[in-house]
Nanobody, 124 residues
């Protein structure tokens, strides 16, 4: 049974940094991609960043390029999202997701397994 658990959310001020963690268990498919999505109140769930845990290939949405970094520690079965120079617009519920297959998708509907999410709030 695939399980994803996010941690690291919290309340920060604009300009601060935060690191989120997504720890996976029960994954048996090869070279899983793990992606971070976020959903602000009243808005749709949007792709933030993704990584192929085998190759290390990454992808980012334009609004976080240069500020956010996704990385993985396969020994710990954990993917990290380092968020720097945060703004009020980064406030959202952040969730990680995975699916069988090596291609990173930016569509939430393509992902089969989801964590519960961790809330990130940036005060302006």
């Amino acid at each position: 049974q695939v399980q994803l658990a996010e941690s690291g959310g919290g309340l920060v001020q604009a300009g601060d940094s935060l690191r989120l963690s997504c720890t996976a268990s029960g994954i048996t498919f090869h070279s899983p991609g793990i992606a971070w999505f976020r959903q602000a109140p009243g808005k749709e769930r949007d792709f933030v960043a993704g990584i192929n845990t085998n190759t290390g290939v990454t992808a980012y949405t334009d609004s976080v390029k240069g500020r956010f970094t996704i990385s993985r520690d396969n020994a710990k079965s954990t993917v990290y999202l380092e968020m720097n120079r945060m703004t009020f617009e980064d406030t959202a519920l952040y969730s990680c997701a995975t699916r069988p297959g090596t291609v990173l998708s930016r569509l939430p509907s393509d992902y089969e397994y989801w964590g519960q999410g961790t809330q990130v709030t940036v005060s302006s």
